[in-house]
């Protein structure tokens, strides 16, 4: 089953927040955050496991909420460079073996 | 690290035709996944490898499809008899799985297939 992104599409200034949501409908037992630039690859951000963990690296953050099966990407003053189409990835169960994408929240920020 | 690459960036056929893409992981890499992504949403599972094991394939995918990992090095992925429907991004993946660990994806940039 495919996760649900909020929201859909999101503009930003240079320097202010953004929260990225991502939700299901099934126990999750991982979450993996992407990024994809247009016309490039999908480009890995991060992985939270289950048990309720939050990671970040630089600006960007994410929490993971086990009981309510969501993950949340945090970016804090966002720069030019944070634009593009962020993916989260789920896996249902241990041992799952692939990810299941959703539909992808668009970030632009603008100067 | 060459990353993944993937041949060729752009494939148009015609419909009915058959087509075959290329997928050379990073060479260290034990696991190799097929998604495919249309325009404005994420990548969907197609099929995935172990070494050379094929482990899973989507239920969705048509029996048109069909993935080869020879060697368990790189991959192809043939169309059969292409439909307008089959008009996507194929993107291919890999990644370095050392027992029960999570691993990040490195992914390809892709084969944009327009089927006319």
């Known amino acids: 089953q495919q996760p649900v992104q909020s929201p859909q599409a999101v503009i930003l200034r240079e320097g202010e927040d953004a929260v990225i949501n991502c939700s299901s409908s099934?126990?999750?037992?991982?979450v993996h955050w992407y990024r994809q630039k247009h016309g490039e690859a999908p480009v890995f951000l991060m992985i939270?496991?289950?048990?309720?963990e939050q990671k970040g690296h630089d600006k960007i953050s994410a929490s993971f909420n086990e009981k309510k099966q969501q993950s949340s990407l945090y970016l804090t003053a966002s720069q030019l460079s944070y634009s593009g189409t962020y993916f989260c990835?789920?896996?249902?169960?241990?041992?799952?073996?692939?990810?299941?994408f959703g539909t992808g929240t668009r970030l632009t920020i603008i100067p | 690290d060459t990353g993944v690459s993937q041949d060729p960036r752009h494939k148009i056929t015609k419909r009915g035709q058959n087509v075959t893409f290329r997928c050379d992981p990073i060479?260290?890499?034990?696991?190799l996944y097929w998604y495919r992504q249309t325009l404005g949403q994420g990548p969907e599972f197609l099929t995935y490898?172990?070494?050379?094991?094929?482990?899973?394939k989507s239920r969705l995918l048509s029996d048109r499809f069909s993935a080869e990992r020879p060697k368990g090095s790189f991959s192809t992925l043939e169309i059969q008899r292409t439909e307008q429907g089959d008009s996507a991004m194929y993107l291919c993946?890999?990644?370095?799985?050392?027992?029960?660990?999570?691993?990040?994806?490195?992914f390809g940039s892709g084969t944009q297939l327009s089927v006319l």
């Open positions: 099934k126990a999750l037992y991982s």
């Open positions: 993946a890999s990644s370095l799985v050392l027992g029960a660990t999570n691993e990040k994806l490195f």
């Open positions: 939270l496991l289950k048990g309720g």
């Open positions: 490898f172990q070494n050379e094991a094929q482990l899973e």
């Open positions: 060479s260290e890499h034990n696991r």
């Open positions: 990835g789920t896996e249902n169960n241990f041992g799952n073996e692939k990810l299941t």
